[in-house]
């Protein structure tokens, strides 16, 4: 059908369609592995570390915090 509509003749119909085949799985074997070669944002990163005494710090001002916002609550009741 496709050799009448286009007036196209083969040498070997099996060695085109062959061809044909051998091209068209190179392409998905090309874009399977642009897909796996692409990166999330997210993996660029590296986890920050934080120094102990600067965490320690944080839970020091929460607990200041904390009791301020219950010595408020104390005084509107």
């Not at 003749?9 to 642009?34: G, Q």
């Not at 990166?39 to 920050?48: L, V």
């Given at each position: ?11 070997s ?5 062959k ?8 392409e998905l074997e090309e874009?399977?592995?642009k897909?796996?070669?692409k ?5 660029k990163?590296?986890q920050?570390e ?6 320690e710090s ?5 607990k200041?915090l ?6 408020d609550d104390?005084?509107?009741?």
């Amino acid at each position: 059908m496709y050799k009448k509509s286009k007036g196209v003749e083969y040498d070997s119909d099996y060695a085109t369609i062959k061809r044909w085949v051998i091209i068209r799985v190179e392409e998905l074997e090309e874009r399977k592995n642009k897909s796996k070669t692409k990166t999330n944002n997210y993996n660029k990163y590296e986890q920050r570390e934080y120094p102990t005494e600067f965490l320690e710090s944080l839970y020091e001002n929460n607990k200041i915090l904390e009791s301020n916002t219950e010595e408020d609550d104390m005084e509107m009741e």
